[in-house]
């Protein structure tokens, strides 16, 4: 087998002896999974001279189990982030005596929101997460625990509000997020 025929040779020559992990089961048709192996092992801060971590007896069960590492920590890492910034943003909660906004307080409060909702907010965990973008939820406040309205907050504007099936808020509670917006927003000290 030649090492030219590898798309990623040089790429895995930072790892391995390629020889060596063409003896050991490297193809053209599973390379990828030995860079995405590879590439997990280096966020997870591995042994990059464990010869054990560098010639899997089997990739893709060694390539699932590190993924699955990398995954458990990095959501570990956004639901902490996540409340950090709800602790941050909860000062420019704001209600009156039939609406209350707040920030998303826990990842499984976005997870919930997206499910009940059928909308998008849980692809936003992240960007939420390191501060690119604020994320609040409207309540009535009768009952804070059913989900209402999303909103999303940039630059001390709303981006986005969505209700239901993304459906846009009603005539009142439109009027409440402007004056939200108005009240506490333009006058906070929002990053995002």
């Known amino acids: 087998r030649k090492l030219v025929e590898l798309n990623s040779y040089k790429e895995l020559a930072q790892y391995v002896d390629l020889e060596k992990a063409l003896a050991n089961g490297l193809t053209k048709s599973n ?26 007896k089997d990739i893709f069960k060694s390539h699932d189990e590190l993924m699955h590492q990398v995954e458990t920590i990095e959501n570990q890492e956004i639901i902490e982030k996540i409340k950090i910034r709800y602790e941050e943003l909860k000062v420019l909660s704001y209600q009156d005596d039939k609406y209350i906004i707040y920030p998303v307080p826990t990842m499984s409060d976005l997870i919930n929101e997206s499910e009940v909702q059928n909308i998008c907010i849980r692809s936003y965990n992240e960007r939420y997460a390191n501060g690119e973008t604020n994320l609040f939820f409207m309540r009535n406040i009768k009952n804070i625990t059913k989900p209402l309205i999303a909103i999303e907050v940039r630059d001390k504007k709303i981006i986005q509000s969505r209700g239901k099936g993304n459906d846009e808020p009603t005539r009142l509670q439109k009027a409440f997020i402007t004056k939200w917006e108005n ?9 995002a």
């Open 183 to 191: 009240e506490v927003l333009k006058g906070s000290v929002l990053y």
């Open 31 to 56: 390379e990828h999974m030995y860079v995405d192996y590879f590439g997990f092992a280096e966020r997870l801060h591995l042994n990059m001279k464990d010869k054990r971590l560098l010639y899997p």
